[in-house]
């Protein structure tokens, strides 16, 4: 475990990770300001957040993919944190789809928001719910 933790990719990926939780949670806070009806630089804000998030995450599950072969000797294998970045990225780019559709029901969006939102706390808490190769206990 001790050679897992000291590789360079611990200063890459979890950083990734982080930081695309936060701009998707940029993306809902601006998407609360949104305003389906009217043109506003929440439109513009709303978009950037979500492109952000969505590749920010997307880095996270390659270069976890690539410490992995480094780490355990292959690029997956269905640990419970990686199934569930897996669905946060899924809900991620739902989110984004619908984003970028724009329905005429805001309720689509936020909802849509929520659930992402929803699977970064479930990708988060994955490593003290279940046992895997990202537990920490």
């Not at 300001?33 to 998030?53: C, F, Q």
């Not at 029901?105 to 988060?124: C, E, R």
């Amino acid at each position: 475990m001790a050679h897992d933790i000291n590789s360079v990719m611990l200063f890459i990926h979890p950083p990734l990770c982080i930081v695309g939780y936060g701009f998707l949670l940029a993306a809902f806070l601006a998407n609360i300001a949104y305003k389906p009806d009217k043109k506003t630089e929440w439109d513009n804000r709303l978009r950037a957040a979500i492109v952000i998030a969505w590749l920010l995450m997307l880095g996270g599950i390659f270069t976890g993919a690539i410490w992995a072969q480094m780490a355990w000797g292959s690029y997956w294998s269905w640990d419970p944190k990686e199934t569930a970045s897996l669905v946060l990225f899924i809900f991620m780019s739902i989110y984004g789809a619908i984003i970028f559709a724009k329905p005429k029901w805001k309720w689509v969006q936020l909802g849509a928001g929520v659930a992402a939102l929803v699977s970064v706390v479930l990708t988060i808490s994955m490593n003290w719910l279940i046992s895997g190769l990202h537990s920490y206990v």
